[in-house]
């Protein structure tokens, strides 16, 4: 919709209807697409009117209405007509009224009405005809003869005139909604970017190395500096990368991505740098390469210690420099470009074994970004877990699942090599195979994770247990140990793990209290253990 109130301050639009006004004595008068009038208050003491009828007639409540209720029905016809303009006669018989249509991708926006102008002195005959219109109105029949008089005959040239100065009235409008609706639409999507996808508290996570990395990225927030990302495939790296460019002082240029693993030398060549016509065999025109693309943007380069040594010093140019030559090409072009490089190979390694350049790493990793494994940040399995659910859930439009707390158990003892994106596509399995079931078990995991040895419980400490004795005992010692592990992981915060396990938090309490985990005697339970440790040690102070 056409924000009318803009429309107002738009110097071009303002000069055209002085313009009109002053050379034509006609009002231009802005209707929407229901044919109201936009930019007229009636209740405006302090409007002049250019038109010597308008000034005549709209002050007049009657007058008023009997002009407005015309624009409506003639606004409505002219929304049904394929024309993008007409002339018509005006609601006195002698006036006539031009109009324009304010159209955008064949939709009917409104219209330009200039009202109004006559073509030739309009005879006695014809003003004494409507005078009784006129008194009936309650206006001075006088007065409206004065303002009759007061009109300017039009010759065919100067209509010709008139119409397209109305014409360019209308066109003017569609231009300034099309770019308003260009630049909301940039600002939309960048503000869901920004808002949804990658602001810092969209990324999962709310553990110590979670919680550092967080601290990194406000650091460089601001900062125009080379970063250099670095974990294990799935760990989220791109996603870290898209945060600090738009969260950087560059967020409303583009950002551009390249797997440098995903071509060979030759394509990658043409791909970051450009070519020209005619270069190799298929170079049909000159292509401009990803490093142009992102000109005052950003570039992630994923991937990096995949490329050759050759693309490398062809890098390393651009970084020092900030100047690039197309394939096949002669002269240097100028690039400003923000690099973020990302890989999951050791390239310190890589220096010593001589296939990656030292003058290359140190000139990217002037901020080094280590992405955390999800197997060294376990506690952020519940909330992964619960979004991916969610989110699966939604895509899928099924009502939303729940983890058992034994299938949890299992999901905690597996290492996730795979990282957050094996996670997510556990989950979006489950989801699939649990059908209408709402609570998933075990049973459901993928044999790797089901069948996984536990290493570590969740806590990052060994649970033993003793394989003889009555299975009741054995059940309620496991329990015991995942309640207590559970309470210090969570700091204590019932909610919180009662979630984890899957109970509410009343049941929770309950078995807290039933094997003593309360926080406060199992300090006194510490503190009595330590002291009766000292006094075997013959009361000595460490």
């Known amino acids: 919709m056409i924000n009318w109130d803009d429309l107002k301050h738009i110097h071009v639009i303002r000069k055209l209807q002085q313009i009109i006004g002053q050379w034509f004595y006609a009002e231009v008068f802005f209707l ?172 999962i996570g709310k553990s110590k190395p979670m ?46 991505t390249v797997n440098c693993s995903a071509f060979n030398e030759n394509l990658l060549d043409s791909e970051l740098f450009g070519h020209v016509k005619g270069s190799f065999t298929g170079a049909i025109k000159d292509k401009k390469g990803l490093f142009e693309a992102a000109h005052n943007g950003t570039l992630f380069l994923d991937e990096i210690g995949d490329m050759t040594l050759t693309m490398q010093v062809k890098l390393l140019r651009v970084l020092q420099q900030g100047t690039l030559i197309p394939v096949g090409g002669t002269e240097e072009r100028k690039v400003e470009v923000r690099v973020i490089a990302a890989t999951n190979k050791d390239l310190k390694a890589m220096i010593e074994e001589g296939t990656f350049r030292e003058d290359l790493y140190y000139r990217i990793n002037v901020i080094n970004i280590q992405v955390p494994c999800l197997r060294d940040r376990k506690e952020d399995i519940p909330v992964l877990v619960d979004h991916f659910l ?45 059908g209408t079931e709402q609570k998933v078990g075990p049973e459901l995991l993928s044999p790797r994770i089901r069948d996984a040895v536990a290493s570590s419980g969740s806590g990052g400490k060994s649970m033993n247990f003793k394989y003889a004795g009555k299975l009741r005992d054995a059940m309620e010692e496991l329990e015991k140990t995942m309640i207590k592990e559970g309470l210090r992981r969570t700091k204590w915060n019932k909610s919180k793990l009662a979630k984890e396990l899957g109970i509410s938090r009343a049941g929770l309490i309950m078995k807290v209290e039933k094997y003593g985990l309360d926080k406060r005697k199992l300090r006194e339970a510490e503190l009595a253990a330590a002291a009766g440790g000292n006094a075997g040690n013959g009361g000595d102070v460490a």
Request: charged fraction near 30%; proline fraction near 4%; aromatic fraction near 10%.
């Open 211 to 256: 919680q550092e990395l967080y601290s990194v990225l406000d650091k460089i927030a601001s900062s125009e500096a080379t970063v250099l990302v670095q974990g294990d495939n799935g760990t989220g790296k791109e996603l870290i990368a898209r945060s600090i460019h738009f969260n950087s002082p560059r967020k409303n240029a583009s950002f551009v």
């Open 390 to 434: 969610l989110k699966s859930c939604k895509e899928k439009e099924v009502p939303l699942k729940q983890i058992t707390s034994r299938a949890m158990e299992k999901i905690f003892d597996y290492q996730w090599p795979g990282n957050i994106r094996e996670l997510e596509n556990e989950m979006e399995r489950l989801v699939v195979l649990s």
């Open 32 to 203: 929407d697409e229901r044919g109201n009038v936009r930019n007229y208050d009636p209740y405006d003491r302090q409007r002049e009117f250019k038109n010597p009828l308008c000034a005549n007639l709209l002050p007049k409540e009657a007058g008023r209405d009997w002009i407005m209720n015309y624009f409506r029905e003639t606004s409505d016809r002219f929304s049904q007509d394929k024309e993008n303009h007409m002339m018509a006669n005006g609601p006195l018989g002698f006036d006539k009224v031009f109009i324009s249509k304010i159209e955008l991708e064949g939709e009917y926006l409104g219209s330009v009405v200039a009202y109004c102008y006559i073509e030739n002195t309009v005879p006695k005959q014809d003003i004494e005809s409507v005078v009784k219109k006129i008194t009936e109105k309650g206006m001075d029949p006088e007065l409206f003869e004065q303002a009759v008089q007061k009109m300017k005959a039009l010759s065919p040239s100067e209509v010709k005139y008139f119409f397209e100065l109305v014409e360019l009235v209308a066109q003017e409008i569609t231009t300034f909604h099309t770019e308003i609706s260009k630049r909301e639409a940039r600002i939309h999507a960048l503000s869901n970017q920004l808002e949804n996808r990658y602001s810092y508290d969209q990324m």
